[in-house]
């Protein structure tokens, strides 16, 4: 699995993204939240991926300006009441450890994750290990995730062995006392 497909599967997650609307106010643009209403300026996202649903789509561009989304050579201006999602930003020590495992044990641990109702944006916290040791050693040791989808609380342990083989074992457990357990092992 190369970087456009980890990506791919990064845009398909589940509340991958934070929608809404915005509204032209004090001559300010404002995004409202769809879910919880709440406002923030626009212009916290500029230079950030924004999504605007125009013409029964969503059309992906970059917010370069107040009120200005870039779409490659094409740019289109925000009007009030348009509706615009946000991609949000993983907990940047989970996005380090999905970079760093496997490509087998990253789609087992996402797709489990995802049959259990979560996303990787429900991860609330994140502790890499793997970002404390040295690259050239043997490594191994415990990963703990925590994720919440608003429905059900989900703790993960990450249990790796890298050195001769690899060893990847998740350890879901739900706050309903459900488990599951998969184990990925590869030659190195």
Known sequence: MNRQQRDKVYETQARAYTEGSIEFINEQWVFFEKETDEASLLEEHFLQEIELFRLNRWRK?????AGKISFGDDCLYLRDQDKV???????YSLERLLERIHQDAF????TTLNSLGFSIYDCLYCYNHLNFLSEHSPKS????MIF??????CSVQ????????ETDRFEFTLNTGKRLIIEKLASS
């Open 141 to 144: 040791g415990v990963n703990f």
């Open 158 to 165: 990450h249990h790796f062995c890298y050195y001769e083989k």
């Open 148 to 153: 919440d989808n608003q429905e059900e609380i």
């Open 107 to 110: 789609f087992q641990f996402v």
């Open 85 to 91: 999602r946000v991609r949000k930003h993983l907990v």
């Open 61 to 65: 561009g970059i917010l370069v300006e």
